[in-house]
C-alpha cells in the first residue's frame, strides 16, 4: 500500500519526501515565507488536495475507459478551507468530450466514491511511535 518518508533539516521548512514503490519519487514540501518557509514545494495542504485531485481523475479516466466513453480529459479543481472549526474541501469537475449531461453526472456520482474521497470522508486512525 502507500508509504512515504519525510525527513526535515534545519532549513524552515523545506522537507524532502521520498515515496513510491521503492521509494523511488521524490518531492519537497515547504510551507510559503508567510509562515517561515520559502515556497521550495506545495505546502501540506496542497499535497493533500493533489492526492484528493489525482486520486478523482485517475478513477474517472478509467471508469470512462471501461464503459468506453468518450472523455478526452477529466479535470479537478480542489480547493481546502478552514472557517473556526469547520474544514471543508470543494471540488470542482470540468469533463471534456463527446459526453452527454446524463454521463457527466454519473461520472461525478463516481467522483463520490474515489478511494481517497472515502478516507477523507470516513476519516482514519493515525498511530504514531517511535523508531
Not at 18 to 30: C, F, I, R, W
Not at 59 to 66: N, Q, S, V
Request: charged share 25%; hydrophobic share 35%.
Amino acid at each position: 500500500m502507500a508509504h512515504a518518508k519525510a525527513s526535515i533539516g534545519t532549513t524552515n521548512y523545506a522537507t524532502t519526501i521520498t515515496t513510491g514503490h521503492g521509494g523511488h519519487h521524490k518531492l519537497t514540501a515547504d510551507e510559503g515565507p508567510e509562515l517561515g518557509g520559502t515556497d521550495a514545494g506545495p505546502a501540506p495542504y496542497d499535497l493533500l488536495t493533489s492526492a484528493l485531485g489525482a486520486c478523482t481523475v485517475i478513477t474517472l479516466r478509467m471508469y470512462a475507459e471501461r464503459k468506453q466513453w468518450p472523455v478526452t480529459a477529466v479535470h479537478a479543481d480542489i480547493h481546502f478551507s478552514r472557517d473556526g472549526d469547520k474544514q471543508r474541501i470543494d471540488r470542482v469537475l470540468t469533463i471534456e468530450g463527446a459526453v452527454d449531461d446524463e454521463q457527466k453526472k454519473r461520472m461525478a456520482d463516481i467522483a463520490e466514491r474515489t478511494p481517497v474521497t472515502l478516507t477523507l470522508k470516513s476519516g482514519l486512525e493515525i498511530r504514531t511511535s517511535l523508531a
